[in-house]
C-alpha cells in the first residue's frame, strides 16, 4: 500500500466539514476544526496542510454531497477517496457519534487501510446516470398519477370492462364518464391530464437518454449490451450509466455481489445458513436486471428485433449473447419446474445475466478517455 504523509478525514455536510489529520509515521490522529463547504475554504486547507510538500490522501463518505469535493482535491494534484458508508467499519458498543468523532475515525482507518473507495464518475457519465435516474423519477410519478385516478374511478364505482387499461380505448370510456357533481368532473379531468403529462414527460426522457447515449463514447458498450435478450436502449444505458467500466470487476461473481444479487449467509462451525439475496450495492442495476430476466420465460430463438440489434455488434458478442439465451432460458424453465416462486426464478436469471453482462463488458471495453 502506497505511504503518504498526512491522511486526511473530511466529515462532509451541506455547510461545514470538519477536518482531521492522522500521521503518516503512526503518530496521533488531530482534529483541525471545521471549514465551510466551499471551494474556497477547502484549497485553504489544502494550502495549510501541503506545508513541506508533504504528500497528502484525503477522504469523505459517499453522500448527497456529490463527488465535487473529490474533483477539485484531484484538479488540485492530490489524491482522494470517496468511501463507501455501508463499509466502513464500526464498534458494535459504539454509541456516541458526533461531526469530530467521524472525521477522526475516517482519518484513523485511512491510515489503516480499512475504508472501501466507491467508483467515482467523471462529468458525462455522472450526467448520463443523473439523466437515467431523473426518467425512474419520472416513470415514478406517472405511476402514482395512474393509480390515484384508478382509485378515483373505484371509489365511485366506474369499472373499465375492457381488456388493458391506459390504451386509446381506455382513454376514450374515460371521456364518457359522466358525474353527478360537477367539481368530481373537474378531479377527474385533472388526474387524467396529470397522468398524459407524465407520459409526455418519461417519452421525452425517453428521446434525450436515446439521443444522449447514441453520441456517448460509451455507445458502442451499450449497443453491445443491447444484443442480450431483454436488454433495451433504456436498460442497457442504465446499466452503463450506474456501473461504468465493466472491466473494473475482475470476474463475473464480483458483478454479482456488487448488484446485491448473491445469497447471504449466516454460518457457523458445521452450521450453514444461507438466505435471500444480500440487495446490497447499486439498486438501479438491480431492478433493470431483474425486469430484464422476466423475458427468458420464454423459449431461446432469435427474434427479429433481437437479430437486428445484435447485427451491430461482433461476432464475439453476438455468441455471448446467444449462449445467454441458450443457458438462461433452460435455467428458467428448470427452476420453474422445481416449484420455484417466479420472483426467485427471475432473481436467479438475473443473477447469472449478470454474468453475461460482464462477459461482453470485457469483449467491448471502454476506452481509457471514456
Known amino acids: 500500500m502506497e505511504e503518504f504523509s498526512k491522511y486526511i478525514g473530511l466529515d462532509v455536510h451541506k455547510e461545514t466539514i470538519a477536518v482531521s489529520v492522522a500521521e503518516g509515521n503512526g503518530g496521533e490522529v488531530r482534529y483541525l476544526g471545521e471549514i465551510d463547504n466551499t471551494p474556497d475554504a477547502m484549497e485553504k486547507l489544502i494550502k495549510h496542510l501541503r506545508k513541506g510538500g508533504t504528500d497528502l490522501l484525503f477522504c469523505y463518505e459517499s453522500g448527497p454531497c456529490g463527488y465535487g469535493i473529490y474533483r477539485q482535491i484531484v484538479d488540485l494534484g492530490w489524491k482522494c477517496k470517496v468511501v463507501a458508508t455501508s463499509l466502513i467499519p464500526k464498534k458494535a458498543g459504539d454509541r456516541v457519534k458526533t461531526d469530530r468523532r467521524d472525521s477522526m475515525m ?149 458483478l454479482m455481489a456488487y448488484l446485491g444479487l448473491v445469497p447471504s449467509e449466516h454460518s457457523s462451525g458445521d452450521r450453514v445458513r444461507r438466505g435471500g439475496i444480500t440487495k446490497t450495492g447499486n439498486s438501479h442495476v438491480r431492478r433493470v436486471l431483474i425486469e430484464s430476466a422476466w423475458t427468458y420465460r420464454h423459449a431461446a430463438r432469435k427474434t427479429a428485433a433481437i437479430q437486428r440489434r ?44 449478470a454474468g453475461f453482462i460482464w462477459a461482453v463488458g470485457q469483449a467491448m471495453p471502454l476506452s481509457p478517455n471514456s
Open 106 to 254: 475516517l482519518a484513523r482507518l485511512l491510515r489503516a487501510g480499512e475504508l472501501e473507495a466507491v467508483w467515482v464518475p467523471d462529468g458525462t457519465q455522472e450526467a448520463l446516470r443523473d439523466l437515467t435516474r431523473a426518467r425512474e423519477d419520472m416513470k415514478h410519478l406517472q405511476r402514482q398519477a395512474k393509480q390515484r385516478l384508478l382509485a378515483f374511478f373505484l371509489r365511485h364505482g366506474k369499472r373499465y370492462s375492457g381488456q388493458s387499461n391506459w390504451t386509446q380505448a381506455h382513454f376514450r370510456w374515460m371521456e364518457g364518464i359522466k358525474f353527478d357533481q360537477p367539481v368530481q368532473q373537474i378531479v377527474m379531468q385533472e388526474y387524467i391530464n396529470a397522468v398524459q403529462d407524465g407520459g409526455k414527460r418519461v417519452a421525452g426522457m425517453d428521446r434525450e437518454i436515446e439521443r444522449v447515449a447514441q453520441a456517448s463514447t460509451t455507445w458502442p458498450v451499450i449497443e453491445s449490451l443491447m444484443a442480450l435478450r431483454g436488454i433495451s436502449l433504456l436498460t442497457a444505458t442504465t446499466i452503463i450509466a450506474e456501473i461504468g467500466d465493466l472491466t473494473r470487476f475482475a470476474s463475473a461473481p464480483q
Open 310 to 353: 445484435a447485427e451491430c455488434t461482433s461476432e464475439k458478442v453476438q455468441e455471448i449473447a446467444w449462449n445467454a439465451q441458450k443457458r438462461l432460458c433452460g435455467r428458467y424453465r428448470l427452476l420453474e419446474t422445481k416449484g420455484k416462486l417466479k420472483v426467485q426464478v427471475c432473481t436467479a436469471v438475473a443473477r447469472e445475466l
